[in-house]
């Protein structure tokens, strides 16, 4: 490991740290400090001082690290320091937590060169230099990982600090607290016991707050502070010596890099494990020094609404960890303009300078030692949804950005926020139970138990919530009603998740702690019960269930929100459609930008109320011609449907899916019926009272599969009765007959589901083509319509040259595509094996909300790549749920799709995805 | 397409038709055949005379034309002719059923040559040139296309035909049954028309045989053939014109191509749709012209035993189609010895000499006519299995063909038959009723419908058949007793199909026509009843249920199967290995040549009788330490298990395979239960006396998945329940040191199923592997062993370069690597999908019988090739049911795998396929 190390790190070294300086300074400061003599002249350089970096060398220095080298190169007044590299923490994991060879000594090179430019001694009594020791990774992870502040005090240079200042409780006070946090961050002694040590400190003393504990008092504490060590770390002295000090801390903060609060938020965050944290070490300034003195935090704008005003607050007299732990309330950083006007000027001037050269917001660290202004740190500001779009259009107002920055300073995380009405995050709320986040956004409503009284309460003007135990298609019209559906069994792919994503509503998905008892017209959740009538609260965004009512925010499309997705639309290359099965679904997608329907499910037309009964009877139509009969009767409420999602979307195409799901899924519950029949028998009732049931019990049998997902669905149904999928072509293609007859200019394209074979497209789109040519040349129009399949098994994928041949388009089904290449069933394997394994890490993540690369995208690089062999002009997009997922945009861009196709809310965030996909490809082509 | 036909054919002509002389020929002879004016010379040759052809020929001239051709270069006596080529038959089909252009002017031209060859004109009312009109397809289709004979006659050249010959009968007797064969192929007259024609006026003229009826009955016979043609054919006459005889005839053999039987022919033994028929055209001559004439067909050795005798029969005085037809009963080839010796010691110096030509068995057409001998046609002889190996080694002995040629001379499905009782050809058996031929062998025995019964009728010495509607593992020690399994419902994938697959027993599977009545304790099937303990066949290789004993022929490894076995072993690449669970499959496997174990199943051990509780109770442990406690129960029985099939393998590897199934698999039916419960529930019982169904109701209700094939199985019940596959793997290493200390040399090769990420591999190998250390650190012991993995997931094959870091072998699971690629649940599909797929020629073939090369294949390929990129040494092998699948075998050999395994009965078979495949593709390298 060492000599790999040795052998890969100058190189990364000199390639990123760029100004020759630097690499010059190196073999000579090696030289230096080679105490232990036995380094080569060619040794890692794992120590750099803060003029030796810059803002390039974040992998390294981290975050704070470059971030503070770049503010000392821009001549700021900073405090001087040294850090530590990641590399350093890296090999610190490899070498069996032990600091890599030469570090050490590298440190205390540093050191003495930290001495000399702070003109203070480290340990030295009479001119002490006191030190904090942070952590820095190469992104920022907030209060995650440690920080020692006041390294260097023992009973000797607390004495030199005391005489040098003039301030024995100054210093006794910086002395407590660096045992305080020492002891809790490099000991591991629990930091309570030193709260409750001070709060009885203040109590004997009566101080009302810490700073009006007086010297003896500090010393008190001090001494009983020692004695909490001893007694915690079984009688041990605190470590006096200042070396010994700074070693620990070092240690302690590599440590901390994989603490349990540091991997869950990178494991939340996705931020990799192996980048290791560097550790600054800088001259402590004190703002504890009296009351021209403090310490503050501020943002060069207003992280939550983008206003650009300075945003910030400061406590006087006071250190850092005083502001960030709420100790004391600190005060607004307009209340320093009054206080200490000099060095507000100073900072504001200082912020302006930063945000020019970072091109970006600062979110800034800063103490006033006795009146002097030290900025201690500077970073990206993080902002709200609000915010991050109001900033993106200001700095391009501003010529600070260009357009292209502006789009990728949005994330499409944050549009999706925009676009749902959301909890007031301020508002206390009372949460009764959770379930799946299956449906985003929120909304209150009177709890109400079924579809009819739904639609009946919804009808007088109330706003109501429907609850159920699952939904089915007779519920659809209670949803339609309905503000949000809850419900306590089913998954993310549940019927009621997926009707409420279709229509935008809200919804909370088995949520197994909601008790629902439909006879008694309530639910129990949360130790609570909540009757019919009675107001509620979901959070689809969070699967939180809620009592009663709270503030919400509503979703607002700002003028700034579209001028940030008009620039999107410049830069992206991908097209976006949306999928859609009704023309209200169509209107929306189109308002919200959509450039075509990729996905219209003719199959969710059939489950409608008044036309399941139609379509059960064709199901279980004894013959041919009773089954056409039924069509017959279809075919109207087909064209009606094509009709209306055509016209919506005229002049864009529409691509409508044929037929996909197994037909017993029209039918009615195996289960429900055996059990009917099953208790009938059982009961000894007349046989012809129960006889239909029985009927109907035989057939749903005979249409039973083992794994439905595998079975006689998509072309396959189309194969064994084309008359259904000729009935829905008829349908098709006389609605576009109608319209452009109308004046209304139609593409519909007919996609062919599951198709695995060449012979399978061939053989259906052979007699589909013949239906479409005869309606029409009754017609005598033409149309522009094409053929084309889903790729949605892998085998389709590995013979997309030869299926090319006879498709017009292929639209990646990667839902299916998923299941199959991973052989998880999506309804199976979500709940009881996906999610284990993301929690333990097996997969990264779920490959059903983002593309699995190695697997199913090299399937469909194949199927792009070798299907454009065959056909170059052919239209390639995804229709699958991945096609709203931001990293999964990101992957279509790679492989060069025509278009991504997602439910119509997520059209903006995919508007922008493709744009951020586009210029982090290809970077901004009008530049 | 007439322009890329022309401009395609003349390339491929020139390639096939080596003989510079036949080149030189074909512009002059185009030339001189140009009637029309219009054709260039560089116009496609349609049309060769024999002597223009050759043996290599096959694919223009068709197998018999290629034959005459080679004959007639080889200098023996043929009648003259030409042949028309099946790329003429393709382009008649794709010019809408018209000849090609310039067609028929080249045949006019050959026939001119023919009349100067012959010495007699077509059609010359002098001195008639007759001819036959023969299809000849690249791969002999026997009885499968139309022939005429006796073309060119009508009442002019019969007459010249009576003068010229002498012989006014046998010019009559031509002339009906030109008329008769003409008009049932060319015409489409039902032949029956003119057979009961012949039959009564032999009733009328008191004539025992058709030689009998005199030549006024004739005349009359042949008038009253004219009015049923007059008849049939909506007052058309018979044609007279012999030039319009000739083209309708060429056109009714093309047409014939597509006929319905030869279409099903084609089918059946898997021949391309697309290779067209020739057309034969040769001078007639005669068997009929008195005794002194005949004609025939033999075979230079008995193709029924393959010993080395000339093998036929003949008729004097008769013409070929009397012969085919059977309606004279022919004289064994013997006796020609007597009747006619010169003709007789002529055709054995021919016989003789075309099998030295041709270096194989033919089967060959003669006429003798007036004494002089004419061979028809010669081609390779079918032949029996048993023939087949006689003669392959045979003919080494003969050193007239090697070794490999031998090997090759044997059909790998042939060697199958041998190994399985058969049902002898020639028994008349009363069929009862069809199922699935689901393993095969035929048994009889007595009817028997439950296990224990059969357990204690086959104790008492009595042989058995079992019969149910399903089997489930309760029925197993049954299907032990029994010698065969039929029953009523499930595939071939079912249990009881599997299950007697491995046992090697017959089972015939899911004969729904046969109703079984268990309460009555027989069943009925074609119209019979059969009772317990009535005699009944069941034939396992065509599915047939027969009424009482049949005459059986049994298996027999003949020395002489067992040489070319080994012979085949010696040009083989691919190792073949057999799956087997059990120690009596080993050793049989490895009687049969088996070099490994490539597939142990461990969950069959789990079904067991006396296991199945245990391994229940273990399924339904409330607590980790409640399943570790069954599974230590467990623990013997499987340590047991693996030490009985590795002490079986001595020396020789054995891939154990984990725990593969749903875990519901081992419970009761879910249906069952809920029945069960709610009859109990609906009759009012006493909820105690049914709380256990209760309980397992929910438990398996818990348990049960939509789409258990995609569901919790696999490694994913490895990584969620650990302490199962840490048991299975401790009783692997626990036997292997217990047989090491026994001083077997042992090989256990630990194999992870379904794994679809190279972390799944990771984290299950790894803590197994603490279990293998433990073991073997326990016993002080080294253990040759090694771990890997399945690869039956489509993202298994495409991330194998990911996945072969940690595995150190692979196995192709095809039948779920074919079930993932196609998304076909085989459950589901093979029956309601995949046969009519096949049928309508959607599909080639069952991709579950053999592999899909495309898709499959496509997989496997990218596994082996990015597999052993990363590890060179990755031992590759097959062990889905494709194994054993001689066309799958040759994609294995082409894919570069180092092995596959199939059951046991099918390793010889395997054996031979390799060395075809290893052959077919490298040749014989010792040469």
């Not at 560097?278 to 009296?290: C, D, L, P, R």
């Amino acid at each position: 490991m060492p000599a790999s190390g040795t052998s890969r790190s100058p190189r990364r070294t000199r390639a990123t740290a760029k100004p020759p300086a630097v690499a010059k300074t190196v073999p000579a400061r090696a030289g230096r400090s080679a105490t232990n003599g036995a380094r080569s002249r060619r040794a890692t350089k794992w120590v750099y001082l803060f003029e030796e970096g810059n803002a390039q060398m974040r992998d390294l220095l981290g975050g704070k690290g470059a971030g503070v080298a770049e503010m000392t190169r821009a001549g700021l007044p900073v405090p001087p320091g040294f850090t530590i590299t990641t590399q350093a923490c890296n090999a610190f994991y490899e070498n069996g937590k032990r600091f890599p060879e030469g570090m050490w000594e590298q440190a205390l090179a540093a050191l003495s060169t930290l001495e000399r430019q702070a003109g203070k001694g480290f340990g030295d009594a009479r001119n002490p230099l006191l030190v904090s020791v942070r952590s820095g990774a190469k992104f920022s992870m907030p209060g995650m990982m440690d920080t020692v502040l006041n390294l260097g005090l023992n009973e000797t240079t607390l004495q030199g600090l005391a005489r040098l200042t003039g301030d024995e409780r100054f210093a006794l006070d910086s002395y407590r607290r660096f045992i305080q946090l020492f002891s809790k961050i490099v000991l591991g002694i629990p930091g309570e016991n030193f709260e409750h040590a001070i709060d009885s400190a203040k109590r004997t003393h009566g101080a009302g707050s810490d700073a009006e504990l007086t010297p003896a008092a500090l010393r008190e504490l001090i001494e009983t502070f020692r004695d909490i060590v001893r007694q915690q770390s079984r009688g041990q002295e605190f470590p006096e010596e200042p070396l010994e000090q700074l070693r620990a801390a070092i240690g302690a903060v590599f440590d901390s890099w994989n603490g349990k609060r540091a991997v869950d938020y990178r494991n939340y965050n996705k931020i990799p494990h192996d980048l290791g944290t560097a550790v600054n070490v800088q001259m402590m300034v004190f703002g504890n020094m009296g009351w021209d003195s403090g310490t503050g935090v501020a943002f060069t704008r207003d992280p939550s609404t983008g206003e650009k005003v300075l945003y910030g607050e400061y406590l006087t007299n006071a250190q850092g960890e005083d502001v960030v732990a709420g100790i004391r309330t600190p005060k607004p950083i307009a209340a320093m303009e009054q206080e200490l006007p000099g060095v507000y000027r100073q900072f504001e001037r200082i912020a302006k300078r930063l945000e020019r050269h970072y091109r970006d917001v600062q979110d800034m660290e800063f103490t006033i030692e006795r009146g002097k202004l030290f900025m201690l740190q500077t970073r990206t500001g993080k902002r709200t949804a609000e915010a991050a779009v109001k900033i993106a259009v200001d700095m391009v107002r501003e010529r600070l950005i260009t357009r292209a920055e502006a789009v990728q300073r949005v994330e499409p995380a944050q549009v999706d926020q925009l676009l749902h009405t959301r909890i007031d995050p301020a508002a206390r709320v009372e949460v009764l139970g959770i379930g799946l986040a299956a449906s985003p956004g929120a909304a209150t409503g009177k709890a109400v138990f079924d579809a009819d009284r739904a639609e009946e309460m919804a009808k007088a003007g109330e706003k109501v919530i429907m609850v159920r135990i699952e939904t089915n298609p007779d519920d659809v019209h209670g949803m339609i009603a309905a503000q949000g559906v809850l419900t306590s069994r089913g998954g993310r792919t549940s019927h009621a998740a997926v009707v409420a994503r279709g229509m935008g509503k809200p919804c909370v998905a088995g949520a197994e702690s909601v008790l629902v008892d439909l006879e008694q017209r309530q639910f129990t959740a949360g130790g609570r019960v909540v009757r019919e009538g009675e107001e509620f609260t979901i959070d689809g965004s969070t699967g939180r269930v809620i009592s009663g009512r709270v503030p919400m925010i509503e979703p607002e499309l700002s003028g700034d929100l579209e001028k940030v997705l008009s620039w999107a639309d410049q830069f992206r290359r991908l097209q976006v459609w949306a999928n859609g099965d009704y023309p209200r679904d169509a209107e929306l997608a189109r308002r919200f930008g959509a450039q075509g329907i990729g996905l219209c499910r003719t199959e969710h037309m059939f489950m409608e109320q008044e036309r399941l009964p139609i379509v059960q009877a064709m199901i279980l139509a004894r013959s041919t011609e009773e089954r056409r009969r039924e069509l017959d009767r279809l075919l109207p409420f087909q064209r009606a449907d094509f009709h209306g999602i055509l016209k919506a979307m005229a002049g864009l195409p529409v691509v409508i899916r044929l037929i996909d799901p197994p037909l017993h899924e029209f039918l009615p519950s195996f289960e429900d019926l055996l059990v009917e029949v099953t208790r009938a028998e059982a009961q000894g009732l007349p046989p012809e009272s129960y006889a239909d049931k029985r009927t109907m019990l035989a057939e749903v049998r005979a249409l039973r599969e083992q794994n439905p997902m595998l079975g006689l669905r998509g072309c396959r149904l189309g194969l064994l009765f084309p008359e259904i999928i000729e009935m829905q072509v008829r349908a098709i293609m006389e609605a576009a007959v109608q319209l452009t007859r109308e004046g209304v200019e139609v593409h519909p394209e007919i996609m062919i589901p599951l198709v695995g074979t060449l012979e399978e497209l061939r053989r259906t789109k052979g007699y589909l083509q013949r239906t479409v040519d005869q309606v029409l040349a009754e017609a005598g129009i033409r149309i522009d319509y094409k053929f084309g399949t889903m790729i949605e098994l892998p085998r389709a994928a590995l013979t997309a040259a030869e299926i090319a041949e006879e498709a017009e388009f292929f639209s990646f089904g990667t839902n299916d595509l998923t299941q199959t290449t991973f052989g998880f069933s999506r309804d199976d394997a979500e709940g009881k094996i996906i999610m284990p394994y993301v929690e333990q890490k097996i997969l990264p993540s779920n490959p059903f909300e983002t593309l699995d690369r190695g697997g199913v995208g090299r399937l469909m690089n194949i199927a792009v790549i070798e299907g454009r062999q065959t056909r170059p002009d052919l239209e390639v997009g995804i229709c699958g749920e991945h096609g709203g997922d931001p990293d999964s945009i990101a992957i279509c861009e790679k492989l060069n799709l025509n278009y991504v196709s997602c439910s119509p809310y997520r059209v903006p965030v995919a508007r922008l995805a493709a744009a951020h996909a586009s210029l982090a490809m290809h970077g901004d082509r009008d530049r």
